[in-house]
């Protein structure tokens, strides 16, 4: 153990591999071949009636090897064998508890952080099994020795942003079970398909039980009572997936609760980046509870508190020094206003004739939309306000997205001013065929708006013929 230790922080992380695992085989050899808990190297120095008892050697020598598997996942997390690496962590995590050997918040942090690893591989149960432990041990700080033979546990001030981490890490379960919830339930055209969602639910009845069997036996952490706070924790979430509003809701409101609670450590002033992307994703979870609701209004009123909570921040951020955060923010802004908007033309379609407060209301919509993706592209010009010639690459479909999302709203724009419209159809074909353009330029843009090219180029098509009727009616009635 010591030499692994020894050259991982010399970085030869492959020498450290090899010692540890030696060091595994080591044990595992032994505990088959004799299983005695052997002598503690101590010993050797000891007078005959101070010998260790048979219990403590076997905990000395259990903790040497939880030790060994403690290192040995940081070594595969190094070498990038993610896998391997989340499975000694967890292994190390259970053994900890086993063995009394850890301070609270450190393992509930370890534990939290495995948590988005099995997120990351859409293990919801394992996810919510690490967190509800994460919570429950956390919870024990200040409040019990630890091991023995720690005296107190480091960084006790820490404690609040800790706390705050942990609930970041709920946030993201619940947003990343909703979000792949979203993602088998959506159509070709990303509503809601009820077929979809009958045959689903037919189907969770059947694996339910199955699978809860056969998964809880390979994932349980800790002793008895351990085990039944963890229990009472996950029961307060679900980690199937929500196939409805209702139990969409649930899971939105307890993420939405973790999100006040981590906005009380990060708050804004001195926390920027931290409080933002949390935020963030509060806004992503009203946006995939809006999925799950079939009222367009009471959509649209979630989609309303998205802005009402990023337009401040947005507003408040120096461009000099959150160029990049602006941009995501403006996107963001954006494509809300450009939901919203299509929610409030999908409204008025219902109606039998277009009232006026519906129509200022889709215009007004439609050009806060077309704003903030302006701002956006303004974002991506040079000190003399010159767009770029060549995009770079991590801004190129957000930009073409942005052009094309403009053309749209400039299409959907509502007025009886003949002139107008012609006004508003010509910014439509401009933009549209700057898509087209750039791509015949640069052709290896092409991959990454598929999509919205072959719209474009339609739209390059159809919308001079169509102008040209306009300009023709108009001219009739002159």
């Not at 898509?435 to 999509?451: G, N, R």
Request: aromatic share 10%; glycine share 2%; with cysteine.
């Amino acid at each position: 153990n010591n030499l692994g230790i020894l050259w991982s922080q010399r970085d030869e992380i492959e020498t450290a591999q090899t010692y540890l695992e030696s060091a595994e085989a080591l044990y595992n050899q032994y505990m088959k071949e004799d299983g005695n808990p052997p002598l503690d190297p101590s010993e050797h120095f000891m007078a005959e009636e101070e010998k260790l008892t048979d219990q403590e050697r076997s905990k000395r020598f259990e903790k040497a090897y939880t030790h060994t598997l403690y290192y040995l996942a940081q070594v595969y997390q190094h070498l990038e064998m993610i896998e391997k690496a989340a499975q000694y962590c967890h292994t190390t995590l259970k053994r900890q508890l086993e063995y009394c050997g850890y301070y609270p918040v450190e393992w509930a942090r370890n534990a939290a952080t495995l948590s988005q690893y099995y997120l990351s591989k859409e293990c919801f149960m394992e996810a919510r099994h690490c967190l509800a432990a994460a919570s429950v041990i956390f919870s024990q700080a200040g409040q019990v020795p630890s091991a023995e033979d720690y005296e107190t546990e480091p960084d006790q001030q820490d404690l609040p942003e800790r706390k705050a981490e942990i609930a970041r890490c709920w946030i993201k379960y619940c947003l990343n079970l909703l979000q792949s919830a979203r993602k088998l339930l959506e159509d070709n055209i990303g509503e809601l398909d009820p077929d979809r969602q009958l045959e689903l639910k037919a189907q969770r009845k059947k694996e339910e039980d199955e699978k809860e069997k056969g998964r809880k036996k390979a994932v349980l952490f800790g002793t008895s009572d351990i085990c039944d706070s963890v229990l009472a924790m996950e029961e307060k979430v679900s980690s199937v997936y929500p196939l409805d509003f209702q139990e969409a809701r649930e899971v939105f409101l307890v993420g939405q609760n973790y999100v006040q609670e981590a906005k009380e450590f990060f708050q804004v002033d001195g926390y920027v980046t931290d409080h933002i992307e949390i935020v963030q994703d509060h806004s992503a979870l009203f946006k995939v509870l809006a999925f799950f609701e079939e009222d367009y209004e009471r959509r649209c009123k979630m989609h309303k508190r998205r802005i009402d909570m990023l337009e401040p921040i947005y507003t408040d951020l120096n461009p000099q020094y959150y160029l990049l955060i602006r941009r995501q923010l403006q996107c963001e802004l954006a494509d809300t206003y450009y939901e919203m908007m299509d929610l409030k033309v999908a409204i008025g379609n219902r109606l039998e004739k277009l009232d006026s407060h519906t129509v200022k209301k889709i215009n007004s919509l439609a050009q806060f939309a077309i704003k903030y993706y302006e701002l956006f592209l303004d974002s991506l010009r040079n000190p003399d306000k010159v767009f770029p010639e060549k995009l770079e690459e991590d801004v190129l479909r957000p930009a073409m997205v942005a052009k094309f999302h403009i053309a749209r709203l400039y299409g959907k724009l509502i007025t009886s001013d003949s002139k107008k419209q012609l006004e508003n159809m010509q910014t439509s074909l401009e933009y549209y065929t700057f898509l087209v353009d750039y791509c015949e330029k640069y052709p290896d843009a092409v991959p990454a708006i598929e999509t919205e090219l072959e719209l474009s180029k339609e739209m390059v098509n159809l919308l001079p013929a169509s102008m040209e009727r306009l300009r023709a009616k108009v001219s009739s009635f002159v």
